[in-house]
């Protein structure tokens, strides 16, 4: 991209934020060109690290005078290559805004800066207010909690209470235009505490990736935090129950999370699926109560042999209740390769079997090892089915696969009626092309009137 | 491979003027005569209420006095009649999780005698470590894992097709002695293999009987721990009675005192991880609240334990209730004032 | 080429490494320092790993990157991945290939040289070395204790005034003990993390002569560096037992050679990363505070295993290239100190007192925050 007077950017740039914050030296411009995922690496112009809204503003005020794509960059932990800067010019790296601003313990809400990462978060929660949780990832906790929000994350309290995106109570973005807004209550009142019963205007926002503007703040909702949590894993060798499990499970509302998981090694995992539950409670008698339910939810099973509970060691357990759990994490080194790569579908849950029985199709064809992992999305409404690949960085033949597989992958979820979360850019452009025309042409009209430039992370949710 | 025979006596089973085995049973109400026609339908290979409600925690082996494996011949009649004392998916699971992986080391060359073997208990290895262990070899890994645990499963020919395998690749280093940690590995050499007819070229010794050895070379430098105890015998403890004595004698000499209580010796009560597997959950809360409450009326400081698996099962409830779960190996280096590693 | 480049594309760059155990703050100096993805140990080694395969060529900010890192291993300790334990190790490696092929910085090439000419990394005379020392006794074969005071505690105002106090208390205590003097020569755990491996064997190799030829039995260190680096990575020679200065005081507390009287003062401590991390050794300097009466010890946020580095490790205490921002490691760690009321920030490392001592005066808090080593409170207890 040719710019005139690259000089004169990176000048500005330097007395928006001070030199030491921005960067057009090889080396960030190397780091910033990619995520840990395996799309392709392209090189920004310059890497800037804003502190305030008012620098973001200034920042995208210049690249939207300029033309200069700009790209917002948090933890960069989606894997789908979403920081990438595809058209070059600036990225945005959020996380130098990280403060708590705000805490609201009796209308159990938390307002914080756009890089604020999930396990600051969670470890200024639980020093200041240990009776209050947020929903997190099993991502690393340098994860961000704005991240998360605007690719639809899921999270701990997904099971309860939906996707992490409907946790939202407020937000304040730099519109690619420049002006600041605020969406929610806060833009009436003083309080963050919901974006009802206001037009919800944060859909123009929420898994857009960063294409419509950059999230400065967000109100996000808290939850109670119970003193002691507690985990059972039911197994089970038939995908095709699965989903009653669910719906069993689900229907005794009695279960803070509930997460699937199988993996062809160690061989204790072979050919099965274990299905992870969690529960929390302030005493003793509340944890064993809502064992007792959930063990009665699947009686059924237990009597026909067909599924049990699992003896769990007490160190098997410290490692399913850790949060963030690094299992996932840990999936990168499974080749001895720095990578792994994941599709994770959203599906209807009674598709788990057909979903299940297509990934053991794909690696098996492409030879490659898995990952799998499944979250249930509030009662049942859905879930998150992840096809997660490690990779090995230093065998270029093994990327080629895996891409493949994952290519194949986003295909199959779509036809079976899924949709791909957090798409990658050749994703993105396969839900458009199956996209109902009239919702297409309304995510354009909205895209152009927000981004009438389009400097904002472009690449990403662009329709022909 | 010829199909290995229990060594089992039907003139004895139908002579014996007890029927200890089931009357004696912990978790079945089994009188007499009940007893009697109960063993009859089994020895002829017919249906029986004990195949479906058997804890499956070895007490009736130990209970009879007769050697006559009723135990044995209950998993044997389980398998055979393809009950499941556990779900199919748990199943799958623990037979699939002892077939060795890349990284269990087949061969162990280099390691001398006294070697210890840790069965597929790698997490011990730090533990490992100090006075009573300073010349000492690891062996461990599921090429020499010790598969009785499959009575549990209701698979128990999965041990006869196993065990003479794991015996050869010990046998392979040409140790006359091996130290088993792992309590159910001793018996699998000392009663499951002799049940069956499996020679076992190289003589177990008991992780104790080192352990009782190896403090009476260091007797000047132990500390007494003047502490009460509760003690978890373990269900394999049933088939080797006679090594039992090393659990007093160790505790004597440390200056333990193994508290007198009901739960305890040939009243043991199992620590229903396995009960919990058969996904008795009443019944397994039952039994360990049953136990540990013992511990607690006895006035026991803490609880040791012999099987890791014992530990992994009981030691949370134990904790819960103010007693300190530990190994009977770590009690012993605290002896010698020795931190315990723990193990991660 | 070095094992560490088959294996140093396994990092997945998650950022564990940025954090201690419960996330509190970052705890990657060079990363709290520069905020830049590239100064993570995650950028950090993605960067190497573009160097290697000639994606990147050597550049001045690539050695500032690369440099940089303090090794104080939090990283390690916190890396979920199995190759854990190498990443410090793999930074180290990828130095030496620089140093080896010349790509250095120039103060970082300055640090180096001096070391190697003159002993010490300010290219101060060697025959000043001892200059501190006046009244102290010289080591002799029969001694008990050889004092290693290395060239923080020989050439630095704060280091020195360690040095005489701990050499007082062992007067105090009558432990026989003696120092080289002049002819001490640098310790080299710096010039190792540096890379600069020909020069460490160097010094190694003369450090284990003269310990040889003066009969030395056990050394005992003023500096966590020295203890680190004698311990570890020195060869092997003899019984000859390596112990850092606290873990001899308290032995020296414990058989009431030295008996500390009332002290009240509400202190913290900060857990020097080649005294802990590196070594295990987290108790024995706090057991010493405890034996202090009227001393209220107060815990930092992060602390032991998740001790935050005062930014001084790898040579930074001299190159500063972590220095001159109130985002500065050692800023950041005397504000955590003073945030928990501590009036005096207690350290067992003469780099972490200069880095310290420094951060507290930057931040305006001398008068509020006084910066003291463990053998400097016991002292004073017990005068």
């Known amino acids: 991209m040719e710019v005139i007077g690259m000089d004169e950017i990176y000048k500005s740039l330097a007395e928006i934020v001070d030199e030491e914050y921005v960067s057009n030296r090889k080396e960030e411009l190397y780091i910033y060109s990619q995520d840990p995922g395996m799309m392709e690496p392209h090189e920004p112009d310059y890497v800037v690290m804003p502190k305030t809204t008012e620098e973001v503003q200034k920042i995208v005020k210049l690249a939207n005078k300029e033309k200069i794509p700009i790209v917002p960059v948090g933890g960069s932990m989606s894997l789908s290559g979403l920081v990438i800067p595809h058209r070059g010019g600036i990225a945005l790296d959020l996380k130098r805004m990280d403060r708590v601003l705000e805490v609201n313990e009796k209308s159990r809400h938390v307002v914080v800066e756009a890089g604020m990462t999930q396990g600051k978060l969670k470890a200024y929660l639980e020093r200041r207010h240990p009776d209050l949780r947020h929903s997190i990832p099993d991502a690393p906790p340098s994860a961000t909690i704005v991240g998360n929000i605007v690719i639809h994350g899921q999270g701990r309290l997904t099971q309860q209470y939906g996707f992490n995106s409907d946790m939202v109570t407020g937000l304040e973005i730099v519109l690619p235009t420049g002006e600041v807004c605020k969406i929610g209550t806060c833009s009436v009142s003083p309080y963050w505490f919901a974006l009802a019963p206001l037009p919800d205007l944060a859909g123009l926002f929420l898994g857009w990736f960063g294409t419509t503007g950059v999230i400065t703040k967000l109100g996000l909702k808290l939850y109670p935090n119970k003193k002691i949590r507690d985990a059972e894993v039911f197994v089970v060798e038939d995908p095709n129950l699965v989903p009653d499990i669910i719906y069993r499970l689900t229907h005794t509302e009695m279960t803070e999370d509930i997460v699937l998981g199988a993996q062809p090694y160690p061989p204790i995992f072979k050919d099965i699926i274990m299905i992870m539950i969690l529960i929390t409670g302030d005493s003793e008698e509340e944890i064993e109560f809502k064992r007792r339910m959930i063990w009665d939810a699947l009686r059924t099973y237990i009597d026909s042999k067909e599924g049990g509970f699992s003896m769990l060691t007490p160190d098997m357990k410290q490692n399913l209740l850790k949060m963030p759990s690094d299992d996932t994490t840990k999936l990168a080194d499974v080749l001895k390769g720095g990578g792994f790569e994941y599709a994770g579908p959203i599906i209807p849950v009674e598709k788990y079997p057909e979903t299940y029985k297509k990934l053991l199709e794909l690696t098996s064809k492409y030879g490659i090892t898995f990952g799998h992992a499944g979250r249930v999305i509030g009662r049942s409404h859905c879930m998150m089915f992840s096809f997660a690949y490690p990779f090995n960085r230093a065998d270029p033949d093994n990327i080629e696969r895996t891409k493949k597989a994952l290519h194949e992958t986003n295909v199959a979820s779509l036809d079976i009626g899924g949709v791909p979360w957090k798409p990658e850019v050749p994703s993105q452009k396969m839900i458009m092309e199956r996209m109902d025309k009239n919702t297409l042409e309304l995510m354009k009209r909205v895209k152009k009137l927000l981004d009438p430039n389009g400097i904002m992370n472009p690449g990403n949710w662009e329709a022909k | ?344 | 080429m070095q094992a560490y480049a088959q294996q140093i594309h396994r990092c997945f760059r998650c950022g564990y490494c940025k954090f201690p155990s419960d996330f509190t703050d970052f705890n990657c100096p060079s990363y709290s320092r520069f905020r830049l993805e590239t100064y993570s140990t995650g950028g950090r080694l993605w960067l190497i790993w573009a160097w290697l395969k000639k994606e990147i060529e050597w550049s001045e900010h690539f050695a500032e990157i690369v440099f940089s890192c303090a090794t104080c291993r939090n990283c390690v300790e916190q890396c979920p991945m199995k190759f854990s334990d190498d990443i410090v190790d793999w930074i180290v490696a990828a130095r030496s290939d620089m140093v080896e092929k010349g790509l250095v910085l120039p103060h970082i090439r300055d640090f180096l040289n001096n070391i190697s000419k003159h002993g010490n990394p300010w290219g101060t005379a060697r025959s000043k070395r001892d200059a501190w020392a006046e009244g102290i006794r010289r080591y002799k074969p029969g001694d008990e204790y050889f004092l290693y005071v290395g060239c923080v505690g020989s050439y630095e105002e704060r280091g020195q005034r360690m040095a005489r106090s701990f050499a007082e208390l062992l007067d105090k205590a009558k432990v026989s003990f003696g120092i080289l003097g002049a002819e001490e020569d640098c310790d080299g755990n710096e010039v190792y993390t540096l890379g600069e491996m020909g020069l460490f064997q160097e010094l190694a190799k003369k450090n284990v002569q003269k310990f040889k030829e003066l009969e030395v039995k056990k050394v005992v260190t003023l500096s966590p560096h020295a203890y680190n680096s004698m311990k570890n990575k020195y060869p092997k020679f003899g019984e000859l037992q390596i112990v850092h200065y606290t873990q001899l005081l308290l032995e020296m507390i414990q058989q009431k050679k030295i008996k500390p009287s009332e002290l009240k003062a509400k202190v913290t401590y900060h857990d020097p990363c080649f005294l802990g991390r590196y070594n295990g050794v987290y108790d024995t300097p706090r057991e010493i505070l405890k034996s202090i009466p009227g001393i209220k010890l107060t815990e930092m946020k992060r602390t032991r295993e998740n001790s935050f580095c005062c930014g001084g490790g790898s040579g930074n205490f001299v190159t500063d290239l972590l220095g001159r921002s109130e985002e500065s490691p050692s800023r950041i760690r005397a504000r955590e100190a003073h945030e928990i009321g501590a009036e005096i920030l207690v350290v067992a490392c003469p780099s972490c007192m200069m880095m310290l001592d420094d951060a507290v005066k930057d931040e305006g808090l001398e008068g509020e925050l006084a910066v003291k080593d463990i053998s400097e409170l016991v002292k004073e207890s017990t005068k």
């Open chain 2, 1 to 344: 491979m010829p199909e290995l025979k229990l060594k089992f006596n039907e003139k004895l089973c139908a002579t014996c003027p007890t029927y200890d085995c089931l009357v004696r049973c912990q978790y079945m109400n089994i009188d007499k005569d009940t007893a009697k026609a109960e063993m009859q339908k089994m020895i002829h290979n017919e249906d029986s209420f004990v195949l479906h409600q058997c804890a499956t925690c070895y007490a009736c082996e130990e209970y009879c006095k007769r050697g006559n494996h009723p135990f044995y011949l209950i998993t044997d009649l389980q398998e055979k009649r393809g009950i499941f004392p556990i779900p199919k998916p748990l199943v799958k699971q623990w037979v699939n999780a002892c077939i060795p992986g890349r990284r269990d080391i087949q061969q162990f060359w280099g390691a001398k005698e006294p070697v210890i073997s840790l069965c597929v208990f790698p997490e011990y290895v730090d533990s490992i470590q100090g006075k009573l262990f300073e010349d000492v070899s690891i062996i461990m890994g599921r090429y020499v894992c010790c598969q009785p645990g499959y009575v549990h499963f209701g698979n128990p020919s999965i041990i006869r097709e196993r065990l003479p395998r794991m015996i050869e690749n010990i046998a392979k280093h040409n140790f006359k002695e091996v130290i088993f940690f792992h309590d159910e590995c001793y018996s699998a050499f000392t009663s499951y293999a002799p049940a069956y007819g499996i020679e076992v070229p190289f003589k177990p010794i008991h992780f104790f009987d080192y352990l009782y050895n190896k403090l009476k070379e260091h007797e000047g430098e132990i500390k007494l721990l003047n502490i009460k105890v509760a003690y978890q015998r373990p269900c394999t403890s049933r088939l080797t009675p006679k090594k039992e004595h090393f659990v007093d004698d160790i505790l004597s000499l440390i200056g333990v005192k193994r508290i007198e209580r009901k739960y305890d010796r040939e009243n043991c009560l199992c620590c229903a991880g396995t009960i919990r597997g058969q996904q008795r959950y009443d019944l397994f809360v039952d039994v360990q609240k049953r136990n540990v409450e013992d511990m607690v009326n006895a006035g026991a400081e803490y609880c040791v334990f012999n099987c890791p698996a014992c530990f992994n099962s009981l030691s949370e409830a134990v904790a819960k209730k103010g007693i300190k779960p530990i190994m009977m190996h770590d009690l012993c280096k605290l002896a010698l004032g020795e931190k315990t590693a723990g193990w991660k």
